[in-house]
T-cell receptor, first 118, second 112 residues
Framework: KQEVTQIPAALSVPEGENLVLNCSFT??????LQWFRQDPGKGLTSLLL?????REQTSGRLNASLDKSSGRSTLYIAASQPGDSATYLC?????????????????FGQGTILTVHP | SAVISQKPSRDICQRGTSLTIQCQVD?????MFWYRQQPGQSLTLIAT?????????ESGFVIDKFPISRPNLTFSTLTVSNMSPEDSSIYLC?????????FGEGSRLTVL
């Protein structure tokens, strides 16, 4: 059974800092990994998607890396801003679930609550 | 990307009643899903909404409690039946398209 763990559970930083959020998964046989952002009481916004064959993806100030063999992914946020304050969720689609109608069966981590102070 | 609209966005319901949540996608998608997020918890998949056939439920979720409809490729409903306070959660609709999963804004349900 796939399990996803995110560290730290919460993070509070001053504006302008570069920061790293960590995600680990127990079963390295993954199809892809997604990072999401969730604002309080809201749905999820997809930030980055990394296929199992890729090592990293970048979007603006965000960079996500994937080390499938060690079961780890990191989300790097450069020059953090108060608007980045949210919960960041890592989710994995396992290889055994990638097929037919199973592409939505993601295993989520508990999330990292990020607060960026002005 | 896909734009997913859900309604209601939030509701407060009495114990023993039922509530139906609607999900509309702005384009045709083959795969739609329903997730639950209990307070302080991460997301758990409830079921896959199959167009033209019965939904596929995950372990711990049953059709009598969470009946799902999927009449076409852009629309689905989730009903939470005979609600109890333990059903208080955010319910999220999602769709798989363009190689990734997109989510709606969620429906926050509070059961008194």
């Amino acid at each position: 059974k796939q399990e996803v763990t995110q560290i730290p559970a919460a993070l509070s930083v001053p504006e302008g800092e570069n920061l790293v959020l960590n995600c680990s998964f127990t079963d390295s046989a993954i199809y892809n990994l997604q990072w999401f952002r969730q604002d309080p009481g809201k749905g999820l916004t997809s930030l980055l998607l990394i296929q199992s064959s890729q090592r990293e993806q970048t979007s603006g100030r965000l960079n996500a890396s994937l080390d499938k063999s060690s079961g780890r992914s990191t989300l790097y946020i450069a020059a953090s801003q108060p608007g980045d304050s949210a919960t960041y969720l890592c989710a994995v689609l396992s290889q055994r679930d990638a097929g037919g109608t199973s592409y939505g069966k993601l295993t989520f981590g508990q999330g990292t609550i990020l607060t960026v102070h002005p | 990307s896909a734009v997913i609209s859900q309604k209601p966005s939030r509701d407060i319901c009495q114990r023993g009643t039922s509530l139906t949540i609607q999900c509309q996608v702005d384009s045709q998608v083959t795969m739609m899903f329903w997730y639950r997020q209990q307070p302080g918890q991460s997301l758990t998949l409830i079921a896959t909404a199959n167009q033209g056939s019965e939904a596929t439920y995950e372990s711990g979720f049953v059709i009598d409690k969470f009946p799902i409809s999927r009449p076409n490729l852009t629309f689905s409903t989730l009903t939470v039946s005979n609600m109890s306070p333990e059903d208080s959660s955010i319910y999220l609709c999602s769709a798989y398209t363009f190689g990734e999963l997109f989510f709606g804004e969620g429906s926050r349900l509070t059961v008194l």
